[in-house]
């Protein structure tokens, strides 16, 4: 079980989105966040009015985060809730020190009509000490989005393997098994475009040992998985590793992979995957940091 889970808020329903899924992984302890920079308050301002300004918007965000608060309290959850004059980025950044799981939404609105999540979701994912959950805004605030599966991306390196310890712990506290996925690029239509039949055949061939050589490795993963008592099987899809992986995945299915990877004959196959992942599959996306942060 996580110690401490962080899930960076900011008013809005949208962000709230978050929540349901926190709901549904066990920690001893849920961290609210609220950052907000009083920069454009102050700007539009009189001096003396900035500081009773402030203290009056604080405890808003005080009162909201208690509220939101009371649904893991509810049962017996331990919260902190936390308000910060600060960038949201860097104030999430900051805060998941004391968290083991970022989880928060790709996009949210503050209470007064300010964009706050989107691009700062991008940059804690990339920065952050810890794997961080997005989720898309898409879904309800009021849903409890069930977990079928959990789907780990592979691209036969040690680096893209590195998302499989969180996904075996996800795996074993939400009792669901384990989507091993790999992708072979092919193109057959741009092959014989580019190069002529006869080595559109050839490179087929090559992509068809390529993909036995992905069944067997994914076969050997899921196997080690399974001897821990865990439920996986392995699938090899083939095309462009984004819009496959995209194609393949199902209501349910919860993403969990690394920032970036690097396949067996050199091509980088899951730094810009995962960033297509989080702003285009309807699942959410846990990223884990590919340096092992």
């Known amino acids: 079980m996580r110690n401490c889970i962080l899930v960076p808020l900011d008013g809005s329903e949208v962000a709230e989105t978050a929540l349901a899924m926190v709901e549904l992984i066990p920690s001893q302890r849920v961290l609210l966040l609220q950052a907000e920079t ?14 009773s300004w402030r203290e009056r918007r604080a405890r808003e965000m005080i009162d ?17 809730t936390r308000v910060v004059w600060q960038e949201p980025a860097q104030a999430i950044i900051e805060a998941a020190r004391d968290a083991d799981l970022i989880v928060m939404t790709t996009h949210g609105r503050g209470g007064a009509g300010r964009a706050v999540f989107g691009s700062v979701a991008d940059r804690v994912a990339r920065e952050a000490p810890v794997a961080t959950l997005l989720i898309r805004s898409s879904m309800g605030p009021g849903a409890k989005p069930p977990v079928t599966r959990i789907v780990v991306p592979l691209d036969g390196s040690p680096r893209s393997e590195a998302a499989l310890p969180i996904a075996l712990e996800l795996a074993n506290d939400l009792g669901v098994p384990i989507q091993l996925m790999q992708v072979v690029e092919h193109s057959p239509a741009r092959d014989a475009a580019q190069a002529g039949l006869p080595a559109a055949v050839a ?3 090559a992509v068809e040992r390529e993909r036995a050589a992905a069944e067997a490795y994914l076969a050997t993963i899921a196997q080690d998985l399974r001897n821990r008592d865990t439920m996986a099987n392995g699938a090899t899809l083939t095309g462009s590793p984004a819009a496959a992986l995209i194609d393949a995945l ?13 396949g067996g004959v050199g091509r980088a196959l899951l730094g810009s995957v995962a960033d297509r992942l989080v702003h285009e599959a309807q699942a959410p996306v846990l990223v884990v940091r590919a340096d092992g942060a």
Do not use: K
């Not at 009083?38 to 500081?51: K, L, M, Q, Y």
């Not at 208690?66 to 902190?80: L, Y």
């Not at 199902?250 to 690097?262: A, E, H, K, W, Y």
């Open 203 to 205: 490179a087929a061939s």
């Open 64 to 80: 909201y985060l208690d509220r939101a608060a009371s649904r893991f309290r509810r049962h017996g959850r331990e919260t902190e």
């Open 38 to 51: 009083p920069e454009p308050a102050a700007r539009t301002r009189a001096p003396g009015e900035v500081a």
């Open 250 to 262: 199902r209501p349910g299915d919860l993403v969990v992979m690394t920032s970036r990877g690097q």
